[in-house]
């Protein structure tokens, strides 16, 4: 399921960020809204441009230089278990996920966690964005 991510300021000072190429670092973006809360997702180059540029002309060539690319610079890892490609998001520092769900999808070394590597505790099911506007709504009548 498709997860809203925040941009922190500090992504686009960062060093690993800096280096890539401007439409990597969309796709470096994009990659956040479709991995697990462990920052995990299988890797199809196919998908990837599915999910991120889907109205755009772009090769699926150029679309795995970018996922390289992020590879080589430290942002994602991507990794083979029984001969299915995986990636998993190493730069995503910035990121502070509250009550992740545990990952369905096996760690490099081929291992399958009980819980997220970004904390602990379950996340509840997403709303539609609306939840605090209507608490801050309520909480303005009642003062």
């Not at 960062?14 to 280096?19: E, P, Y």
């Not at 997702?41 to 996922?67: G, H, Q, Y």
């Not at 994602?76 to 369905?104: A, C």
């Not at 590597?117 to 964005?129: A, L, Q």
């Amino acid at each position: 399921m498709a997860r809203i991510r925040t941009v922190k300021p500090e992504f686009w000072t960062s060093a690993q960020v800096m280096d890539c190429n401007p439409v990597t670092r969309l796709t470096f973006i994009g990659l956040w809204n479709f991995a697990d809360d462990a920052g995990r997702m299988s890797v199809s180059t196919k998908k990837v441009k599915a999910l991120i540029f889907p109205s755009d002309v772009m090769a699926l060539s150029e679309i795995r230089r970018m996922l390289d690319e992020l590879d080589s610079n430290g942002l994602i890892e991507i990794y083979v278990i029984e001969d299915v490609e995986y990636l998993q998001i190493t730069g995503w520092q910035h990121q502070k996920i509250d009550r992740p769900n545990p990952s369905k999808l096996p760690d490099k070394y081929g291992n399958f966690d009980e819980r997220s590597t970004i904390g602990s505790e379950r996340s509840p099911p997403e709303g539609k964005g609306r939840e605090g506007k209507v608490v801050k709504k309520k909480q303005r009548e009642e003062s």
